[in-house]
Structure formats: C-alpha cells, structure tokens
C-alpha cells in the first residue's frame, strides 16, 4: 500500500539527504531513518575493537561480535552498541569519516544492516536514507528520491558544519565499490539541491512524491 510504503532517499555525501528527509519524515508524521548511522556504528564498534578497517577479514571478525539495535524511540531511530546508544560526536568523529566507507564495503556488514533496515519497515510507515535505499533495501518502492548537490556546494556545507570530512574521497569508494554501490536507482526523482533552501528542497519532495 502507498500508505506502508518506505520513502527512499538516496544521494552523495553532504548533499543534504539527512536534513531533508527528516523534514520530510516530520511533515508526512513517518519514523525517519537514517542508515548512514548504522554502518558509522558498525564502524565505530569495529575501531574500538582495535582492527585496522583495511583488514576485510578481520572486520569481518570483529563486526560478527557487535551486538547493534536500532529502536524506534518518539518517532527517531535510535543505534546502540551493545545497549549503549552513540552520541552524534561519536557517530561523526574524523576516524569513523575516514573508515567508514571501507567497513561499509565488505559484503556481510551490509547483509546484516540491510536486514536490519527491511525489519523497520514492518514498525510503520518510513523515510529511509542513505546510498542503497531504492536500489538495494526497497527496490520496489513506489517513492524513490536522488538528492544531488555540486561537489563544492557538498565540501561548503559540511565545511559549514565545522566537521573534517573526505568527502570526495568517501564518493570515490562508495560508487566505485562492488558491493551495492551508490548510484541513481531506477524509477528514482532526482532533486539537485545545490542552489536551493532546506525547505524549497523539502517542497520539491514531497511535491514530486505525489501521495495524494
Ligand atoms: O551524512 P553523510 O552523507 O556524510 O554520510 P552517511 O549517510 O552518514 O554515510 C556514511 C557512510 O556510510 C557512507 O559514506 C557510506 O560508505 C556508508 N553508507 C552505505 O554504504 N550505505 C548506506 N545505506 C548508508 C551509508
Ligand atoms: O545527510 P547529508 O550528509 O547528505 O547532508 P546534511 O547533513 O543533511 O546537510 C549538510 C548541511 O547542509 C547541513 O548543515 C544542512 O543544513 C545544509 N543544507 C543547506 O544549507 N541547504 C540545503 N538545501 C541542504 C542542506
Ligand atoms: O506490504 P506492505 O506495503 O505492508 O509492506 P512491506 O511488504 O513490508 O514493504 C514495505 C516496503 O518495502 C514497501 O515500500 C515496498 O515497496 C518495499 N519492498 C521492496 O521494495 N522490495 C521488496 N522485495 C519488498 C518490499
């Protein structure tokens, strides 16, 4: 049904994806997930451990033993390592900037969280975020959206944000990655947001989702 059905939304980094879907979550009354905190737990979890995220087999390893869950609390998704919920300093640290998408490469991490995501869907109706959203966890969906951003209006905002963040380098590894890729799924709405307001972009959304 249109009405259980997730919104997905896609796009590079710094884009604007997580501003724009929560707003877009808050305005359609759905749970907002964002998926890009659970493979920046993972990562987390797996430097703490001590491994060096180049590794594949010992993150392989040491991911295997991560107990991580993700409650829906008052509408917001929640991730908490072994019952410990990550505050937004830890999620975004440099070193998880800088491991992050190597960890989110290896095929079995993004199984499980994959897993994870699709369970969400039965907990009500959703916007999802992320790099695989449409193309991977709902290739079904109904309700696809690309955000896109230029290059350097992405490194401005997040420069903005007063965070230190390869983000070039970080797009590199995602689209050129094997495993689930980011790319512009199919049947999604591409929404360049480069030039526009967080809330002309939220307008564009939901204008371009057509629910009614
Ligand atoms: O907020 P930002 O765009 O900087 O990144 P994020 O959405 O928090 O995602 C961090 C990293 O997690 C990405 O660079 C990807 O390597 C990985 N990721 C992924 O592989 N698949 C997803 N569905 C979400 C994130
Ligand atoms: O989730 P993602 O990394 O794609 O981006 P974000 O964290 O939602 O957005 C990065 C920054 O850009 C935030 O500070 C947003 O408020 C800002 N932004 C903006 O100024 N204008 C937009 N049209 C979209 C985002
Ligand atoms: O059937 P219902 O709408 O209640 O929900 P669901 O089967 O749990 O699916 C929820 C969301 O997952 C919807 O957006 C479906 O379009 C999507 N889905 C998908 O894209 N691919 C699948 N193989 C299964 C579900």
New binding site residues.
């Given amino acids: 049904?249109v009405a259980?059905?997730?919104i997905t939304i896609d796009g590079p980094a710094a884009s604007g994806k997580s501003s724009i879907a929560r707003l877009v979550a808050q305005r359609l009354g759905r749970t907002y997930v964002n998926t890009g905190n659970m493979y920046r737990a993972m990562t987390w979890a797996v430097l703490q451990a001590g491994v060096d995220p180049k590794n594949a087999d010992a993150v392989r390893a040491a991911a295997a033993d991560v107990v991580i869950e993700s409650p829906v609390v008052e509408g917001k998704i929640q991730i908490c390592i072994s019952g410990r919920t990550l505050t937004d300093a830890e999620l975004n640290s440099d070193l998880v900037n800088r491991a992050v998408s190597l960890i989110a490469s290896v095929g079995e991490v993004r199984d499980r969280l994959v897993a994870d995501q699709?369970a969400l869907?039965?907990t009500g109706p959703l916007v999802m975020e992320g790099r695989d959203i449409g193309s991977v966890?709902?290739?079904?969906?109904?309700?696809k959206i690309y955000i896109d951003a230029s290059e350097e209006v992405r490194a401005s905002r997040r420069g903005a944000q007063g965070l230190t963040d390869q983000i070039a380098e970080r797009d590199r590894m995602d689209k050129e990655r094997k495993n689930s890729p980011l790319v512009i799924p199919a049947g999604a709405i591409v929404i360049d947001n480069s030039h526009i307001t967080l809330e002309e972009a939220v307008d564009q959304v939901i204008a371009a989702l057509q629910l009614t």
Avoid at 137 to 143: E, G, L, M, Q, Y
């Fill in positions: 049904s259980a059905s997730v699709r869907a039965a966890v709902f290739p079904d969906s109904p309700h």
